[in-house]
């Protein structure tokens, strides 16, 4: 079945660094992905949606400049949290797009910010 | 705006039980309806799929009913297990006045099963 890797699954960092998280699909191709995040207890929202080749379209009040969103080929995309401040501490979930009704998930990161 | 509302928040049942878990939108204009099962620190597991043309799927013991009108869907869960003990989410797909899809993402069930 269709497999999609994130990666870190948890991460701890500094205030003021710049954390990477990998999201692969990895036996298919994707065209888009999107990313959530998750704070405890709320529901999961949607960050932005990668399409490959193109920019990434954010939902409103996510920071287009704080969270980097790459989807450099149809297999790989990757969010940068820039810059992280401890409100950024959030599970992140990516999925990848099968066709029209198909969505797979990744497992999650976990970023703690302190 | 497309809101999800999940209730109750949590439930605590007997090994056995059979139970059911509520859901609603309060904007019909679907293209379906999804309900996934969340373990902790976990990702998503996608469980059932319902188009916004159904009205109901099965799948082992989980059965999902999808009544678009009245922006309600239920996910029932027969002879529950300690394993079915998880966060249980109900999500919509839309589309955004822009034009772009969007999934769109209730709080969530904690189910606990106790043996």
Same mark, same amino acid.
């Not at chain 1, 490959?52 to 287009?64: N, R």
């Not at chain 2, 019909?28 to 998503?44: E, H, T, V």
């Given at each position: 079945?269709?497999?999609?890797?994130?990666?870190?699954?948890?991460?701890?960092?500094?205030?003021?660094?710049?954390?990477?998280?990998?999201?692969?699909?990895?036996?298919?191709?994707? /065209? /888009?992905?999107?990313?959530?995040?998750?704070?405890?207890?709320?529901?999961?929202?949607?960050?932005?949606?990668?399409?490959?080749? &193109?920019?990434? /379209?954010?939902?409103?009040?996510?920071?287009?400049?704080?969270?980097?969103?790459?989807?450099? &080929?149809?297999?790989?995309?990757?969010?940068?949290? /820039?810059?992280?401040?401890?409100?950024?501490?959030?599970?992140?979930?990516?999925?990848?797009?099968?066709?029209?009704?198909?969505?797979?998930?990744?497992?999650?990161?976990?970023?703690?910010?302190? | 705006?497309?809101?999800?509302?999940?209730?109750?928040?949590?439930?605590?049942? !007997?090994?056995?039980?059979?139970?059911?878990?509520?859901?609603?939108?309060?904007?019909?204009?679907?293209?379906?309806?999804?309900?996934?099962?969340?373990? !902790?620190?976990?990702?998503?597991?996608?469980?059932?799929?319902? $188009?916004?043309?159904?009205?109901?799927?099965?799948?082992?013991?989980?059965?999902?009913?999808?009544?678009?009108?009245?922006?309600?869907?239920?996910?029932?869960?027969?002879?529950? $297990? !300690?394993?079915?003990?998880?966060?249980?989410?109900?999500?919509?797909?839309?589309?955004? $006045?822009?034009?772009?899809?969007?999934?769109?993402?209730?709080?969530?069930?904690?189910?606990?099963?106790?043996?």
């Amino acid at each position: 079945g269709a497999v999609v890797s994130q990666h870190p699954s948890r991460v701890i960092c500094k205030s003021g660094t710049s954390v990477k998280i990998e999201c692969r699909s990895l036996d298919f191709q994707a /065209t /888009t992905m999107f990313w959530y995040r998750q704070f405890p207890k709320q529901s999961l929202m949607l960050m932005a949606t990668s399409n490959e080749g &193109s920019k990434a /379209t954010y939902e409103q009040g996510v920071e287009k400049d704080k969270f980097l969103i790459n989807h450099a &080929s149809l297999t790989l995309s990757t969010l940068t949290v /820039t810059s992280a401040h401890p409100e950024d501490s959030s599970f992140y979930i990516c999925s990848a797009a099968r066709g029209a009704n198909v969505l797979t998930f990744g497992a999650g990161s976990r970023l703690t910010v302190l | 705006k497309q809101e999800v509302t999940q209730i109750p928040a949590a439930l605590s049942v !007997p090994e056995g039980e059979n139970l059911v878990l509520n859901c609603s939108f309060t904007d019909s204009a679907i293209y379906n309806l999804q309900w996934f099962r969340q373990d !902790p620190g976990k990702g998503l597991t996608s469980l059932l799929l319902i $188009q916004s043309s159904q009205r109901e799927q099965t799948s082992g013991r989980l059965n999902a009913s999808l009544d678009k009108s009245s922006g309600r869907s239920t996910l029932y869960i027969a002879a529950s $297990q !300690p394993g079915d003990s998880a966060t249980y989410l109900c999500a919509v797909r839309t589309i955004t $006045q822009g034009g772009s899809e969007k999934l769109v993402f209730g709080k969530g069930t904690k189910l606990t099963v106790n043996p």
